[in-house]
């Protein structure tokens, strides 16, 4: 199946199996410093916030993760918290209970959270939030 090339900017810092994973589908990252998320598309208001399971916890643990996600909200339409890695794999001494919390309130809060079991299955999920949100404002 022959997919068509998607460009996206992702933050300079990101590397490694998530990008590996998302040109091996043809969704090509533009490295840049960004202010908010980790992949970005501009032009559908789209913000991914990328984190492994263990990152997940750093965040929540220091409160990262709430401060990201009111700047994501201030600055796109568009928001998903993806996580990488399953909850029960974790090895940060917090309780599962504060992280389902946490994705609870993170939800309440209209952002878009979801947890999947590795990064091919985040970069499946990211081309196809780009190729439906491209869909819908292109139906408009």
Known sequence: MNKQNINIKCDDRESGALVNELNKINVYCSPIRLKVGDYVCEELSLCIEYK??????????????????LRMKDNYLHNYIIISGKINDKIQNIHENCIIGMISKLTYNNLNVIILDNEKQCAYIIRRLIERYTEKYSEQ
């Open 52 to 69: 492994t399971i263990n990152d997940f916890c750093l965040s929540v643990m220091d409160g990262r993760i709430e401060s990201q996600s």
